[in-house]
């Protein structure tokens, strides 16, 4: 059985990673599975400086899903570098850096700063729904998202992903703006915009009032925005949104995404990635594919 997919140069063993902000460095999941199985870490988001994120209450649940306004919070790109990278050096499988500004200097800087890590790939949120500047004004706006794209692009010498935001009216726009700006490669979906209410307060549950919204609740509006982009554009597409099982990967496979990622199952299960993995292989197995390649874009 043939699992392994190439994104951008990049031969991954499975097509399935960790999102960004589900997972940390994988630091608290080695205790659970081996990140050796792992075709990718997509890591926490990193920023040049320090930030420390939103005030609590942070996370809400909801159905089928939850609702967080962390802020992206991180310790800064020279504290990953020292701390993480040797940890996730120590594994056979991608290391994907996930990286946030609030300006583009700031995207710049912590992409410059990378090139002395030993890394895989970098992934460039423009498409944090909590953060005030930057994150989501990119991502929404195909003019910033080319230009942004364009500038990270100039200083990285490994390929560059574009993570996309659902928080728009047509997603393939934005997706033909970074793929001009010099995107390798394309993820979708971020979370969604998203609000809770509590009655007896009147109040918002979450103290940033608003937060991005994840987890299974989601995934078909991820599933359509991954083939929509998959009929507009060459590039490969990571896609995630929701996803728990493996007939789950499969199906984004079909509308168009090369490689998978898994982010709220995470937290709901530790070991979501490794019934991913085994799921998609079982499907496989099950219906005759020989190759994984064989399931992308293959919706009739
Ligand atoms: C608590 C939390 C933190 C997140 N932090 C980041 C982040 O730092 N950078 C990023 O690009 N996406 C971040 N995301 C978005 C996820 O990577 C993913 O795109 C989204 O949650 C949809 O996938 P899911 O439904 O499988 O969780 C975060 C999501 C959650 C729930």
Redesign the pocket.
Known sequence: MHTSVTIAGVTFDNPVMT????FGSGKEYAEYMDLNGLGGI?V??VASKEWLGNPAPR?AETYG??L?A?G?Q?PGVDVFMEEDIPFLRQYNTNIVV?I?GKTVEEYVDVTKRLQQADIDMI?L?I??PNVKEGGVAFGTDAGMAEYITKEVKKHAKQPLIV?LSPNVTDITEIAKAVEAGGADAV?L???LLGMKIDIYKRRPVLANRVG?F???A??PV?VRMVHQVYKSIQLPIIG????CTGEDAVEFMLAGATGV?????N?MNPRATVDVIEGIERFMDETGVEDVRELIGALE
């Open positions: 999102a960004s902000g589900t997509i926490k988001g996370i899903g939850m967080n962390v992206l991180n996930n946030a992934e949120n498409s944090c993570k993820s979906i971020n979370t991005g994840s987890g299974p989601i995934k991820a995630l949104g929701g996803i990622a898994v982010g709220t199952a937290f």
